[in-house]
């Protein structure tokens, strides 16, 4: 089931958009620590997000930035689109590890409805070091 949600369309949605991705940007500079305390706030109270509805706000943050389009973006692309689902009340599953498989590196990821969003592979081939969820505060 889905739930209708209101949301700005046209030049609206494209200033809610890029407001996510300097937000992101901005909160990507922040310690590990300070970035998940920002962040388990912004997901407190808030409902699952639906895949689907991730999906949707990775394609248009990436749209948005060529910066966050990028490998190396994955930290702020992650933090925008979670911070567009929060707009809604929702919140995706905020994860930062490691690619457990070939190319190795730091990645930051987003999970909904138990699956990874918008990447490559399978929950297995990433490692887990941080996540943040859906919060019931």
Known sequence: MTVPTTRPSGP????TVRVAVVSGLLLARLSPRRLRTVLERFATD?????HGQVEEY???????????????GCLPRSIAVALLCRLGGAWPQWCVGVRATPPFAAHAWLEADGRIVAEPGTPDDYRTLMRVGAGHG
């Open 12 to 15: 609206r949605r494209a200033v």
């Open 46 to 50: 808030a409902r699952p997000a639906p």
């Open 58 to 72: 990775y394609r248009e943050v990436v749209g948005a930035s060529a910066r966050c389009a990028g490998w190396q």
